[in-house]
């Protein structure tokens, strides 16, 4: 199965791109990434270089990719950060032509717009996000802050976030982050039911794991679309990934370290079913 990958990438590190492709390629996915900035490396550093793509350019890379007639093969679209509401377009542009090619696709929508009250976005791409990318996204992956933003609903624990999520339009909606105070982490996926995966919290704070796990998520549905072994996939693959990166005392995700634990995860999580 191929997937088409649009999302920012960075040389130095593992974030949007840069922390989806491989892991994806590793479970076997044909991956076509797409660059919307080729950054030297995240913003989180003192320092960050490199170029933002204009929407014109990336609409051309897509366009390329299309001409060689792969979009009846492509059985996903990916997107991730996208800076800017006209490239938000253009990424929908893009999604309307798989499906137009292969009326099976999905789209996996990472609406990007910050973490923790920080908005890291442009003024305008939240407002895409709900009028364009919500009514066409098959699944999307918001962490709690972005659901809030999205929704307009403070989001405290579990029901609220399950409200949230169901009121969002997608008919899959994965919150990759709805707590993690304590020793642990929550994660939920809501569709027709609803599901709540625990896994324990390690003693780092990361950039890309977001990126990873909706990548991780993607993967695991379209191999089996059920939300609780999705759930459960995405969960075991992730936390392989932080613990590797964690053992090695932090810095940038251990990707290509942790990659036979993507395959054969060492720890196995098992999903709760909510209540409707």
Not at 99 to 121: F, M, R, S, T
Not at 185 to 196: F, K, L, N, P, S
Not at 214 to 220: E, I, P, Q, S, V
Request: hydrophobic share 45%.
């Amino acid at each position: 199965m191929a997937i088409l990958s649009i999302q920012s990438a960075v040389a130095f590190g593992h974030v949007g791109n840069s922390a989806a492709v491989f892991p994806l390629q590793r479970l076997g996915f044909e991956v076509w990434p797409v660059d919307t900035v080729q950054f030297s490396n995240h913003a989180g550093y003192p320092t960050c270089r490199g170029p933002v793509m204009e929407p014109t350019a990336v609409a051309e890379i897509v366009k390329g990719i299309e001409e060689r007639g792969a979009f009846p093969g492509c059985e996903a679209v990916l997107s991730g950060y996208i800076g800017t509401a006209a490239l938000g377009a253009v990424v929908v542009d893009t999604v309307q032509r798989v499906k137009a090619a292969n009326p099976a696709a999905l789209w996996c929508c990472d609406p990007v717009i910050g973490d923790e009250g920080q908005v890291y976005v442009k003024s305008g791409v939240a407002d895409f996000f709900r009028g364009q990318a919500m009514p066409v996204a098959d699944i999307v992956t918001p962490n709690r802050f972005e659901l809030e933003v999205l929704t307009g609903r403070r989001v405290t624990g579990v029901v609220e976030a399950v409200a949230a999520a169901r009121s969002l339009g997608p008919r899959v909606v994965l919150v990759t982050s709805l707590g993690d105070a304590g020793d642990t982490v929550e994660m939920i996926a809501v569709g027709e039911d609803a599901w709540i995966v625990t896994t324990p919290r390690l003693p780092v704070k990361l950039s890309g794991t977001g990126d990873l796990t909706a990548a991780m998520f993607l993967a695991h549905w379209l191999r089996t679309p059920d939300l609780g072994s999705a759930l459960a996939g995405a969960a075991a693959a992730v936390f392989a990934v932080v613990e590797a990166t964690a053992h090695a005392g932090g810095g940038e995700l251990r990707v290509v370290e942790a990659q036979n634990a993507l395959v054969r995860p060492r720890n196995t999580f098992h999903p709760e079913r909510l209540g409707s």
